[in-house]
Each structure stands twice: as C-alpha cells, then as structure tokens.
C-alpha cells in the first residue's frame, strides 16, 4: 500500500473560458478521499496551490495569453510536487486546465533519468506561439515539456527538456493542429487516434502502450484530460470534441495500467463545472481514479 498526495492546481490562466479553475473543488465534492479511501495507506490532500484572481493578460509579441503568470503559477506546482515525491508519496494533481502539467512534468521528471508519458487526450498539446491559432498555453503543455516553445515555459524547474518523444504516447487523439501533425512526425511520437482506437479496440492499444514504455522508462507520468472522453460522458471541458473515447473504454485502459503497475504520477486536468451537467464530469474523473489505483469489482 502506498502514500497518496493530492495536490489541486486551480489555474483556468492557460485558456480562455473561466470555471475550469473550480476543477479541484468539484473533484473532490464528487468523493476523490472516499473512493480512495481503501485503495491506499495514507492519504493526504494537501490543498491547492495558490492561483489568486490575477488580471488576464495578452501579450500581442509572444501571441501568449497569460505567459508570465503561467510560468509563475507552473513553478510553485513544480515544487510542491518535488517536495512529494522526495516524501515518498505518490503525486495526484487535480486541475484546472492542460497548461498544469508545464509544472506536474517539471516536478516529476528530476526523478526520473526515463520518464514515460501517456497523454490521454482529444488533443495534441503541441502548440507553440508560432503554430498556435488561440495563443492559449492549454494546447501547449506537451511541446513545452519536450522543450519546444517559449523558455519562459519549457525552462520551469531549472532544466529542460523534460521528456523525450520516443517515451511519449498520445492516446485519443482526434483534433490536431497542422503544426501538431508536422511535429508529431517530425519526432516520431507514438499516436493512438480515434481510428486506431475503433479500429483494433482499446485493449490492443493499451497493451501496445505498456509494452511499448514497460521496456525503456523508469517511471510513467499520466495526464488524463477529460475531454479525452466523448462529451455524451463528460460534458464539462472547455474544449469538447465529439466521437471520443467512451466511459467503459476509459475504465479499461485504466484497469489495464492500474495491472500494469507503471503508473507513477498522474493528473485528471479540464474539469469545468460551469460547463457541466449535475457534476457529471468530476464524477467520471473521481470513478476512472478508482480503476487507476486498483480498485476492482470482486
């Protein structure tokens, strides 16, 4: 049994669409303690990280939105999930929109010489100023973290990059950028999109994945945004796409990991409850953690 942190990170600065930042309180309002209860020896929720109200910024020059408090904001997670894992628990990080895991990746790849990535998601998050078409950070946490785009972004932490394309794989992807689908095959990241996913079923995509990052990563980082999911089950995302990954699809690939026992790290991020329908959406996330962390029917 292990140690759980639950960090939440209420940032809604790396978009356009406010609520996402009560993202952590509707997760935990949806029973995240009482789902994990069993599932681990200690648990301990260690609040959010502090986001304030700041004034929404453009900056017409880098065509990023909010870059300097982002990066601000990024580098307080950076640290609190460093102090955790140096604790010897395991980092759980509840956002909040996609631009969170600039920090949770900064925080958690010093510990790793390997770090694998699943990155579970309609989208790509490969932007950068350049091919970006909203200049929203959101869509562009990936690249970041590969080193690509602004320094004040791809340097949080002190060093970069953090992971490595060959230790990436991007599942449910369904709405890429054309910047993003140069630079997907420009670096060789593995992709699992819809058609792979209808096509030959969502366990042979996640055995692919295990086998393809059991081999050659010393730890795996999860980033698991709910708009990933189809909005028939989770409605409440600031970036819905139809024709997605369905819930009982979901829990799958969840259970298959949580047997895998590769996880090391995890975020469930674009919870916005503004957007939602009766906390639908939180509900799934808190349900899919549960599969995560070997929660099981019998």
Do not use: C
């Amino acid at each position: 049994m292990r140690k759980l942190s639950i960090i939440g990170m209420p940032m809604d600065l790396g978009q356009m669409r406010r609520g996402v930042d009560m993202g952590p309180s509707a997760i935990r309002y949806a029973g995240i303690n009482e789902k994990l209860r069993n599932l681990f020896v200690q648990i301990d929720d260690l609040g959010d990280i502090p986001i304030g109200r700041p004034e929404l910024v453009e900056d017409p020059k880098t065509n990023l939105r909010n870059l300097d408090l982002v990066a601000e904001k990024n580098e307080l997670l950076s640290e609190k999930i460093d102090e955790v894992i140096k604790s010897g628990s395991f980092p759980l990080i509840l956002g909040g929109d996609h631009s969170i895991a600039i920090g949770t990746l900064a925080g958690v790849s010093k510990h790793y010489k390997n770090l694998g990535v699943i990155w579970y998601d309609a989208h790509g998050d490969l932007n950068t100023a350049d091919t970006s078409p909203s200049g929203n950070i959101h869509g562009m946490p990936l690249a970041a973290s590969l080193g690509i785009g602004h320094e004040a972004l791809t340097s949080i932490g002190g060093y970069s990059p953090k992971i490595k394309p060959e230790n990436t794989v991007i599942i449910g992807a369904r709405s890429l950028d054309d910047g993003e689908k140069k630079l997907i095959k420009e670096l060789g990241i593995k992709v699992y999109t819809m058609h792979e996913i209808d096509r030959i079923g969502m366990t042979k995509v996640m055995e692919e994945t295990i086998e393809y990052l059991k081999g050659k990563t010393d730890g795996v980082h999860l980033s698991l945004d709910l708009d990933g999911l189809d909005p028939s089950d989770a409605p409440g995302v600031g970036t819905p796409v139809i024709g997605g990954i369905s819930y009982r699809e979901s829990h799958l690939a969840m259970e298959m990991l949580a047997e895998a026992d590769m996880i090391t790290s995890a975020e469930f991020v674009e919870v916005n409850p503004i957007l939602d329908d009766k906390n639908k959406t939180a509900s799934v996330a808190v349900a899919l953690m549960g599969s995560l962390f070997g929660e099981n029917l019998l």
